[in-house]
């Protein structure tokens, strides 16, 4: 079984500033993505970001990067130039994938953002 | 519009009343899924379906049933709801024949069990 971790329950940061969150996941799967999925008040689930496990390169999509270290197991996301409706619950998420094709979403518990004016 | 749906969006109910959870998809998605989320717990799979007919559980199906007779189709039963059933459910569903695999979130039901 797989497991995610997010070590920081909450953070606040300044407007403007860069934030990065923290996530690292136990797998003994090689073909998986990962991704960060952010939460605003309106509980939607909202897509930021995907990673393909068998991609060297970072996924980059407008302000949001990530830092993908296979090796360690670990994916990071870095906000740049935050902005207040980044505000949100930021849930980091593993699927791996089989023959089949793919499998549910293993979550970590989330870290709460906050963007201070 | 690309979309999942889910009804009710806020329910009250009783210990002990049977209930149905609706979801629907209109993306000819295989996969779909059931979570709950928890405050400090995250999500947390529920059921999942891989296709019309095909059902497994996840890692928290103790107390609820699902189906899956059409493939937009999937509910989430609760048949005898306990107060420990209160929760926000999500649906979701994602393409199983090729990337990225992307899951698509319905608005989510918040569900209370008195």
């Known amino acids: 079984a797989q497991t995610v971790t997010q070590s920081q329950p909450e953070m606040s940061v300044q407007e403007a500033e860069t934030v990065t969150l923290s996530c690292t996941y136990d797998t003994s799967e090689n073909n998986y993505y990962l991704f960060w999925y952010k939460q605003p008040p309106s509980r939607q689930m909202i897509l930021v970001i995907r990673q393909e496990a068998y991609k060297q390169q970072n996924a980059t999509e407008n302000r949001f990067s990530v830092n993908f270290q296979k090796a360690a197991k670990s994916f990071s996301l870095k906000i740049s130039d935050s902005q207040l409706g980044d505000t949100a619950m930021y849930f980091c998420a593993f699927m791996k994938l089989d023959r089949g094709g793919a499998d549910g979403l293993t979550f970590g518990k989330g870290t709460h953002l906050i963007i201070q004016p | 519009e690309a979309q999942v749906t889910q009804n009710p969006r806020y329910l009250i109910t009783v210990t002990g009343k049977k209930l149905t959870v609706t979801c629907s998809q209109n993306?000819?998605?295989?996969?779909m899924s059931w979570y709950r989320q928890d405050p400090g717990l995250g999500l947390r799979q529920i059921y999942y379906s891989m296709n019309v007919e095909v059902t497994d559980k996840g890692d928290v199906p103790e107390g609820y049933k699902v189906s899956r007779k059409e493939k937009r189709n999937f509910p989430l039963i609760l048949e005898s709801p306990s107060p420990n059933q209160t929760s926000l459910y999500f649906c979701?569903?994602?393409?199983?024949?090729?990337?990225?695999?992307?899951?698509?979130f319905g608005p989510g039901t918040r569900l209370t069990v008195t």
């Open positions: 993306m000819n998605h295989e996969y």
């Open positions: 979701a569903s994602s393409s199983q024949a090729y990337g990225p695999y992307e899951q698509y």
